[in-house]
């Protein structure tokens, strides 16, 4: 039953503490996305990845870094540099380019302490 | 610069009737439009896409219009039912190097029993 996990459904963060959240897919799919969604602001994206050891900058990467070691994981870091990390981050993937259909996770929300 | 804009935070209709959800975009390079179901605390779900040689798709229930002149596309789910009462996001995307999924900020779609 290929889709898209995401893990944990909830996570607490510290402040000043690093967190990292998981995306696995195993729908083959080579390109792999996350955003991040807050009240009545849609979905932003933070970062994609099209291939395996490259990912490029969305429209709000600060304060967040990822990695893409393998075609089915593109983990998300959520470092100390991210000041308002409250939110309920997506991630998703799409066949092979950002301006497909693109599938979804069942989300992250993450709190602050 | 909000290029996919959808203009009515939410709506309300009867079990049975017609919901209408409009979009309206911005970026006549536009070609491809998605849109989008989510339910509180879940990753969204693909509904339907329309590419712009076409002007009418109907999957079931849903069929979405797209009228290119006026920059417009519209969602139609008939029958409504209670079960379609979630977030509504529009997309879109075009043809071309770079291009990503645009998301509109979402229609909160309430269906009364």
């Known amino acids: 039953d290929g889709g898209i996990t995401q893990s944990p459904k909830y996570l607490f963060r510290k402040e000043g503490q690093n967190v990292t959240l998981s995306c696995e897919q195993n729908l083959n799919h080579d390109a792999m996305y996350w955003y991040r969604q807050d009240p009545g602001q849609g979905l932003r994206l933070i970062y994609y990845?099209?291939?395996?050891?490259?990912?490029q900058k969305g429209d709000i990467a600060e304060g967040y870094s990822v990695s893409r070691e393998k075609k089915e994981s593109f983990p998300l870091t959520v470092t100390s540099a991210q000041k308002n990390p409250t939110a309920f981050y997506l991630c998703?993937?799409?066949?092979?380019?950002?301006?497909?259909?693109?599938?979804f996770g069942p989300g992250t929300r993450l709190l602050v302490l | 610069d909000q290029q996919v804009k959808q203009n009515s935070p939410s709506l309300s209709v009867q079990e049975g009737r017609i919901s209408i959800l409009n979009c309206d975009y911005t970026n006549s390079m536009f070609d491809y439009f998605l849109w989008y179901k989510k339910y509180p605390a879940e990753g969204p779900t693909f509904l339907i896409s329309?590419?712009?040689?076409?002007d009418k798709n109907e999957d079931g229930r849903f069929t979405v219009f797209l009228n290119k002149s006026a920059k417009h596309l519209s969602l139609h789910i008939v029958p409504s039912q209670p079960g379609d009462s979630a977030v509504y996001f529009c997309a879109a995307s075009y043809t071309g190097a770079n291009s990503k999924l645009t998301f509109g900020k979402g229609i909160t779609l309430s269906v009364r029993p």
């Open positions: 998703a993937s799409s066949l092979s380019t950002p301006k497909e259909t693109q599938y």
């Open positions: 329309i590419s712009s040689i076409k």
């Open positions: 990845s099209q291939i395996v050891n490259d990912f």
